[in-house]
C-alpha cells in the first residue's frame, strides 16, 4: 500500500489548478507588440519577446536549477495526465513487488498501465520516494526507472514532464484532453515546418475557435520548459524553436487584423479567411485561384460596385501582412501589382455595365 497515494492528486492537486486558472483569468490578455520586430542576426537576440525579456529567461535557465527545491509528490502528481492514476499506482507497485516476473516483462505490464512514458517516470520517482517500500521493491522500481530511461527519447520524455501541468490548464480551457496538447508540445520540438504550417494543423486539430490557445499553450510550456529544472533541450536547441515562436506571435497579430478586416464587414466566413490567409502566404502567385475559393461566391451574389469594395478591402488585409511571413521572395510587389489589374479589370466591367443600363434607358426612350 502507498502512504497518501489516494489522497495525492485530490485537493492539494486541484487547489493548486483553481489557483492558476483564477490568475489566469485576472491577468489581461495582452497582445505581444514586439511580434513585428525585425529580426536580427542572433537566433536568441530576435526570438519571441515574451511575459518574461528573453534576457531575462536565460538568466534564469541555470539559477532556477539551485533556487527550486524537490517538488512535493502533489506537485509531481498534478503532471501525471494518465486517468485512474493512483488506483494504477499501486497496480505498478504491486508488479514490481512480484520478484518472479522478469524486468523487460514487467517494463511491458507497467507501460501497459501508463502508456505515457513521461506518466510513468513521475510514477516512478513518486514511489521511489515512499520511504515504507521494501529494499528488494526499491531496487526493482530502481531498475525499471534505468530501463524506462534507456528505452524512452529523452527530448521527449522530458519535454512531456515539463508541459504536463500547461496542458492541464490548456485543456480545461479548451476542452480537449491534456494528453493532446503535451504530444502537440513535444511535436512542436521536433518540427521543422514554417509558422503556416503550424497554423493549419492546429485549425485542423482543434478547430479554428482555439488557434489562439494552442499558441500560448506552446509558448508557456516552452518557456517554462526553458526554466526548468531539467530542459528537453539543450539553449541551442532551443534557438530556433523561439525564431518560431516568434514567427507565430508574427503570425497571430497578422491573423487578428486579416480577419478584423474581413469578417463582419462581408459575408466571409472566418474559416475561409484563414484559408485565404495562410494560401497567400504560402502561394501569392495563386492568388486568383485563392480569391476564387474564399470569395467568389460572393463576387458573384453583388453588384460591381460591391465587388470592387469586397477586392479593396482584401488588397488592404493583404497588402497590410508582414513581408517576413511569405514563404516568396518579393510577394507584397506581386500582390500589389496584381490586385491593381483586378481593379483595373473590375473598373472596365463596371463601365460597361453602365454603358450598358444606359444604352437600354436611351433605347425605352426613344
Same mark, same amino acid.
Given at each position: 500500500?502507498?502512504?497518501?497515494?489516494?489522497?495525492?492528486?485530490?485537493?492539494?492537486?486541484?487547489?493548486?489548478?483553481?489557483?492558476?486558472?483564477?490568475?489566469?483569468?485576472?491577468?489581461?490578455?495582452?497582445?505581444?507588440?514586439?511580434?513585428?520586430?525585425?529580426?536580427?542576426?542572433? +537566433?536568441?537576440?530576435?526570438?519571441? /519577446?515574451?511575459?518574461?525579456?528573453?534576457? /531575462?529567461?536565460?538568466?534564469?535557465? =541555470?539559477?532556477? $536549477?539551485?533556487?527550486?527545491?524537490?517538488?512535493?509528490?502533489?506537485?509531481?502528481?498534478?503532471?501525471?495526465?494518465?486517468?485512474?492514476?493512483? !488506483?494504477?499506482?499501486?497496480?505498478?507497485?504491486?508488479?514490481?513487488?512480484?520478484? =518472479?516476473?522478469?524486468?523487460?516483462?514487467?517494463?511491458?505490464?507497467?507501460?501497459?498501465?501508463?502508456?505515457?512514458?513521461?506518466?510513468?517516470?513521475?510514477?516512478?520517482?513518486?514511489?521511489?520516494?515512499?520511504?515504507?517500500?521494501?529494499?528488494?521493491? =526499491?531496487?526493482? +522500481?530502481?531498475?525499471?526507472?534505468?530501463?524506462?530511461?534507456?528505452?524512452?527519447? !529523452?527530448?521527449?520524455?522530458?519535454?512531456?514532464?515539463?508541459?504536463?501541468?500547461?496542458?492541464?490548464?490548456?485543456?480545461?480551457?479548451?476542452?480537449?484532453?491534456?494528453?493532446?496538447?503535451? &504530444?502537440?508540445?513535444?511535436?512542436?520540438?521536433?518540427?521543422?515546418?514554417?509558422?503556416?504550417?503550424?497554423?493549419?494543423?492546429?485549425?485542423?486539430?482543434?478547430?479554428?475557435?482555439?488557434?489562439?490557445? #494552442?499558441?500560448?499553450?506552446?509558448? &508557456?510550456?516552452?518557456?517554462?520548459?526553458?526554466?526548468?529544472?531539467?530542459?528537453?533541450?539543450?539553449?541551442?536547441?532551443?534557438?530556433?524553436?523561439?525564431?518560431?515562436?516568434?514567427?507565430?506571435?508574427?503570425?497571430?497579430?497578422?491573423?487578428?487584423?486579416?480577419?478584423?478586416?474581413?469578417?463582419?464587414?462581408?459575408?466571409?466566413?472566418?474559416?475561409?479567411?484563414?484559408?485565404?490567409?495562410?494560401?497567400?502566404? =504560402?502561394?501569392?502567385?495563386?492568388?486568383?485561384?485563392?480569391? $476564387?475559393?474564399?470569395?467568389?461566391?460572393?463576387? +458573384?451574389?453583388?453588384? #460591381?460596385?460591391?465587388?470592387?469594395?469586397?477586392?479593396?478591402?482584401?488588397?488592404?488585409?493583404?497588402?497590410?501582412?508582414?513581408?517576413?511571413?511569405?514563404?516568396?521572395?518579393?510577394?507584397?510587389?506581386?500582390?500589389?501589382?496584381?490586385?491593381?489589374?483586378?481593379?483595373?479589370?473590375?473598373?472596365?466591367?463596371?463601365?460597361?455595365?453602365?454603358?450598358?443600363?444606359?444604352?437600354?434607358?436611351?433605347?425605352?426612350?426613344?
Amino acid at each position: 500500500m502507498i502512504p497518501g497515494m489516494a489522497s495525492l492528486g485530490g485537493r492539494a492537486a486541484q487547489a493548486r489548478l483553481s489557483r492558476e486558472l483564477a490568475a489566469e483569468r485576472q491577468a489581461p490578455a495582452i497582445d505581444n507588440q514586439e511580434d513585428s520586430r525585425e529580426p536580427g542576426s542572433n +537566433l536568441l537576440q530576435h526570438a519571441v /519577446q515574451s511575459s518574461d525579456d528573453l534576457a /531575462q529567461v536565460m538568466a534564469q535557465f =541555470r539559477r532556477r $536549477q539551485f533556487e527550486l527545491k524537490s517538488e512535493s509528490a502533489s506537485d509531481l502528481f498534478e503532471r501525471v495526465l494518465e486517468d485512474d492514476a493512483p !488506483p494504477k499506482a499501486r497496480q505498478l507497485l504491486a508488479l514490481t513487488a512480484d520478484r =518472479r516476473l522478469p524486468l523487460t516483462m514487467l517494463l511491458q505490464q507497467v507501460s501497459q498501465l501508463f502508456a505515457d512514458d513521461s506518466d510513468l517516470a513521475l510514477i516512478l520517482t513518486l514511489l521511489l520516494r515512499q520511504r515504507d517500500i521494501h529494499s528488494e521493491t =526499491r531496487k526493482r +522500481l530502481l531498475q525499471l526507472e534505468q530501463s524506462l530511461r534507456e528505452r524512452a527519447n !529523452p527530448k521527449r520524455l522530458q519535454a512531456g514532464i515539463n508541459s504536463a501541468l500547461k496542458a492541464r490548464l490548456y485543456g480545461q480551457r479548451m476542452a480537449v484532453r491534456a494528453s493532446v496538447l503535451r &504530444e502537440n508540445y513535444r511535436d512542436f520540438l521536433e518540427s521543422e515546418g514554417n509558422a503556416a504550417d503550424h497554423y493549419e494543423q492546429w485549425i485542423a486539430l482543434y478547430g479554428p475557435e482555439h488557434r489562439h490557445s #494552442v499558441l500560448g499553450f506552446l509558448e &508557456e510550456s516552452l518557456l517554462t520548459d526553458i526554466q526548468g529544472q531539467d530542459p528537453s533541450c539543450s539553449l541551442h536547441e532551443f534557438g530556433p524553436l523561439l525564431v518560431l515562436l516568434g514567427q507565430l506571435k508574427r503570425l497571430r497579430s497578422a491573423d487578428r487584423l486579416f480577419v478584423g478586416t474581413l469578417v463582419g464587414h462581408f459575408d466571409v466566413s472566418e474559416l475561409d479567411c484563414l484559408a485565404l490567409l495562410l494560401g497567400i502566404l =504560402r502561394y501569392p502567385h495563386a492568388l486568383d485561384d485563392l480569391l $476564387q475559393q474564399a470569395v467568389g461566391p460572393i463576387l +458573384l451574389q453583388v453588384d #460591381v460596385q460591391g465587388r470592387a469594395s469586397l477586392l479593396q478591402c482584401v488588397r488592404r488585409a493583404c497588402l497590410a501582412l508582414p513581408e517576413q511571413l511569405f514563404a516568396e521572395d518579393h510577394a507584397l510587389l506581386y500582390l500589389a501589382e496584381r490586385f491593381t489589374q483586378l481593379a483595373d479589370s473590375s473598373f472596365a466591367i463596371e463601365v460597361l455595365m453602365q454603358r450598358h443600363r444606359y444604352g437600354l434607358h436611351k433605347a425605352q426612350q426613344g
